[in-house]
């Protein structure tokens, strides 16, 4: 059975960092897509970044370019988000999720997606 697990959500002032982690279990995903999308309440989920397995191959949400980097350690089967100069506007909950390709994870269209992590930013 696939699980996707996040963590690291929390509370945190506006232009603060944090890092959220994404724990997978039940498989290896070599060739796939992994990546983050987000949701707000009363909003439409968006896309936030899709990295290959190998990272050679990255991919940001325009709103989160320059400030979030994605990245994956393939020994731990875990996948990370560094999200840099926080915004009020990205208070949601972030889900990782994984997808054959990065269209997938793009598209919001992902094989699979774990629960979330709140992110809450104060202005």
């Known amino acids: 059975q696939v699980q996707l697990v996040e963590s690291g959500g929390r509370l945190v002032e506006a232009g603060g960092s944090l890092r959220l982690s994404c724990a997978v279990s039940g498989r290896t995903f070599i060739n796939w897509f992994m990546g983050w999308f987000r949701q707000a309440p009363g909003k439409e989920r968006e896309f936030v970044a899709a990295?290959?397995?190998?990272?050679?191959?990255?991919y940001y949400g325009n709103s989160v370019k320059g400030r979030f980097t994605i990245s994956v350690d393939k020994e731990k089967n875990t996948v990370y988000l560094q999200m840099n100069s926080l915004k009020p506007e990205d208070a949601a909950v972030y889900h990782c999720?994984?997808?054959?390709?990065?269209?997938?994870?793009?598209?919001?269209?992902?094989?699979?997606w774990g629960q979330g992590t709140q992110v809450t930013v104060s202005s």
């Open positions: 999720a994984a997808a054959t390709y990065a269209s997938g994870l793009i598209d919001l269209t992902p094989n699979y």
């Open positions: 990295t290959s397995r190998s990272g050679s191959n990255i």
